[in-house]
């Protein structure tokens, strides 16, 4: 398939068109995929060792908060910010939600999700570090995560 660009004026409103002879499931797919800005992809800036950082969304596994500090884990670090943890959960794409009262996960970093008494749920992250996710949030997370097999 073809993909042509056009630059339009900042003022303009950005849309898709895609032309094709046929419409399956891969193609409703994609549609869903750019209109649910799924691409999208956010800079944020945390500090470690007294450096200041930039981290891109994809990269953040979970960010859990403690009084007025916010910890950003990815992979291989543990970055802090200041940012309050209501302020990331509106500027983060759509597939960081907040897990607990002090935490939010980037379910596209989940590998396994395992649930524990009392209505718990754990999720574990690639570099073996887990969060929990509280009682409160679980149907939520699940209802996303049933939405997203369907596009």
């Given at each position: 398939m073809k993909v042509k660009l056009h630059r339009i004026a900042p003022d303009?409103?950005?849309?898709?068109?895609?032309?094709?002879?046929?419409?399956?499931?891969?193609?409703?797919?994609?549609?869903?995929?750019?209109?649910?800005?799924?691409?999208h992809t956010v800079v944020i800036h945390?500090?470690?060792n007294g450096a200041l950082y930039s981290i891109?969304?994809?990269?953040i596994y979970y960010i859990e908060s403690t009084q007025d500090?916010?910890?950003?884990?990815?992979?291989?670090?543990?970055?802090t910010s200041r940012v309050r943890l209501y302020v990331f959960l509106d500027?983060?794409?759509?597939?960081?939600?907040?897990?607990?009262?002090?935490?939010?996960?980037?379910?596209?970093?989940?590998?396994?999700?395992?649930?524990?008494?009392?209505?718990?749920?754990?999720?574990e992250f690639s570099?073996?570090?887990t969060a929990y996710i509280s009682r409160k949030y679980v149907s939520e997370i699940r209802r996303f995560l049933k939405d997203a097999e369907k596009h």
């Open positions: 303009e409103e950005e849309y898709a068109a895609l032309y094709t002879s046929r419409e399956d499931a891969s193609l409703m797919r994609l549609k869903n995929y750019i209109e649910s800005e799924d691409y945390a500090e470690k891109l969304s994809s990269t500090i916010q910890y950003i884990h990815t992979k291989d670090a543990v970055y500027s983060l794409p759509r597939w960081f939600v907040r897990a607990s009262r002090s935490a939010i996960i980037n379910l596209q970093q989940v590998m396994r999700y395992t649930p524990l008494s009392g209505g718990l749920m754990q999720a570099n073996g570090e």
